[in-house]
């Protein structure tokens, strides 16, 4: 079965960093993608970040690049989501999610990460940036 549990939520002031962990169990990293969503109070789920090891690749959202960073340490199966320079707009709650799918191929094909490529999915982490 697979699980995934986040970690790593929290208040940050504006300016300031986190980083979340996914840790994962019933699956492998080297053959599944992973991803960071995110969703705000009354809005839709955004995927943020994805990263997959077999592709040897990442995606990034426009509204995170730049400031966001998605990793892994295969031997911990564990991801991470180093986020910098936090903004009020970034409060949400984040999700990490797996498939076995190469998502990070549809997401630059497509031009955006979709909640629907992925099948497994955390309780979500709540995160709330201050001004």
């Known amino acids: 079965e697979v699980q995934l549990v986040e970690s790593g939520g929290g208040l940050v002031q504006a300016g300031g960093s986190l980083r979340l962990s996914c840790l994962a169990s019933?699956?492998?990293?080297?053959?599944?993608?992973i991803g960071w969503f995110r969703q705000a109070p009354g809005k839709e789920r955004e995927g943020i970040a994805c990263?997959?090891?077999?592709?040897?690749?990442?995606y990034y959202a426009d509204s995170v690049k730049g400031r966001f960073t998605i990793s892994s340490d295969n031997s911990k199966n564990t991801a991470y989501l180093q986020m910098t320079n936090l903004s009020p707009g970034d409060t949400a709650v984040y999700y990490c999610?797996?498939?076995?799918?190469?998502?990070?191929?549809?997401?630059?094909?497509?031009?955006?990460?979709?909640?629907?490529?992925?099948?497994?999915w955390g309780q979500g982490t709540q995160v709330t940036v201050s001004s």
């Open positions: 990263l997959s090891v077999s592709e040897d690749s990442t």
């Open positions: 999610a797996a498939d076995r799918s190469a998502a990070v191929t549809v997401a630059r094909n497509m031009g955006a990460l979709y909640p629907w490529e992925f099948a497994s």
């Open positions: 019933g699956f492998a990293f080297d053959d599944w993608s």
